[in-house]
């Protein structure tokens, strides 16, 4: 798969990958929830937006917003499997995932930031204002950045093959993260990894 960096190198990086799963609901363990919740580092992600001249306290990472959720003492969001598995993993990797369905992204996908009055309809947060903010396009337009997605290619019961995507400055031990993703989607999921990679 095609990703496109260019514009942006020495600023982002984008570990992704391309799995299938039997996608059955996985034992969420309370040890390593808890672990990951107090071991996690808001900074990643502040950093992330900071580069791209956004404040990250006005539109959070979503890798810190789920964070101050469970701080707060809320469950762990059950959704879908490989959205609940992206999510955990966003927690143990301090940094914003993106996942989508794979079959209803259409050509190559860019990377740059939103123009003036662009944004999408995001899952469950209605409209997602992107000016001047990092995201994924396809052919048909905007579908990701790290706070939110769009419904446009959001996850259902039909998925049967995903793309995660990981938000990361540069510098980010970005290498260190995917390895972990994929080893903890094929011991959760029993995934089958179709691709991986690195673009920076």
Sequence with gaps: MRINLKKFKGKVEIPYGIFRCNCRRF???G????RAIENFQK???RNLYRSFGQDPTKFRPSSEALWRRLKRGEEFPRIHPAVDAINFLSLINSIPYGLYDFSKLRGDVK??????????EGIGRGFINLEGRL???DQCG??????GDSLRTS???GTKEFLYVIFAPAGFPTIEANDITIKKLKEWLKSEIIEYGLRR
């Design 27 to 29: 034992k969420l363990s």
């Design 31 to 34: 040890e390593e929830l808890e």
């Design 43 to 45: 900074e990643p992600g």
């Design 111 to 120: 990377v740059r930031t939103g123009r003036k009055g662009e944004g999408y």
């Design 135 to 137: 995201l994924l396009e």
């Design 142 to 147: 905007p579908f990701g950045n790290p706070t």
């Design 155 to 157: 996850v259902d019961d």
